[in-house]
């Protein structure tokens, strides 16, 4: 297979465990049970899962009156669109979709 479907599986993998994190430690949160530590959702963020996590913290309403996660999912959100347009568009190296 080809090295971007991995790429594009693994993102679609890492941001849907992003957003089910989110819905998660919300229920857990209501519940008054276990939750998952905010740098847990950090990480998931910055190794891809940003968008997932930015989709999970509006649908779910969780973690939306902390300023750094309101801030920092996007910000995490668009570094990440920037370098894979800078990647597909501007890099020396010739990547190919398909």
């Not at 509006?58 to 309101?70: A, I, L, Q, S």
Request: aromatic share 16%; glycine share 8%.
């Amino acid at each position: 297979m080809n090295v971007i479907l991995w790429i594009i599986i693994y993102l679609i993998i890492v941001n849907v465990v992003g957003f089910l994190m989110m819905g998660a430690d919300k229920s857990r949160a209501r519940r008054r049970a276990w939750r998952i530590p905010e740098a847990h959702l950090f990480i998931v963020a910055l190794i891809g899962g940003s968008l997932g996590a930015c989709l999970g913290m509006y649908v779910f309403r969780h973690k939306t009156r902390h300023w750094y996660f309101v801030w920092g999912l996007p910000i995490i959100l668009v570094i990440q669109i920037a370098v894979i347009v800078f990647l597909l568009f501007f890099s020396p190296l010739e990547i190919t979709l398909f």
